[in-house]
């Protein structure tokens, strides 16, 4: 959530004027591709740190299937708004879990 509610500054209400659409990766590409990055390196940080010998190497043609992800909607304008993945459309899930190639959990 440190990316999608960048911005959203009131303890109280948080981003409910952006609804979940902020949450979601295709409201805003660029941010949500920031986010994989980081999450990436931030993962290597606590691998090293922890010394657990399991650093990983990024292979940058995984950018594509990471703005494909991005990209791909997370919901029409009433799941965008819904409070939990229950409540969204299971077709944009699943079309998410395509782009991954992993299997439904």
Not at 78 to 99: F, G, T
């Amino acid at each position: 959530d440190t990316f999608s509610h960048e911005g959203y500054t009131d303890p109280e209400w948080g981003h409910a004027s952006g609804t979940h659409a902020v949450d979601k990766t295709d409201e805003d590409v660029p941010k949500a591709m920031r986010m994989a990055g980081a999450t990436w390196d931030a993962l290597n940080r606590f691998a090293s740190e922890k010394k657990c010998g399991c650093h990983g190497k990024f292979d940058p043609s995984w950018w594509k299937q990471i703005k494909e992800f991005a990209e791909a909607s997370g919901g029409g304008p009433y799941d965008r708004r819904r409070y939990s993945i229950e409540e969204i459309d299971p077709s944009y899930l699943r079309n998410k879990i395509r782009i991954l190639r992993v299997s439904l959990r």
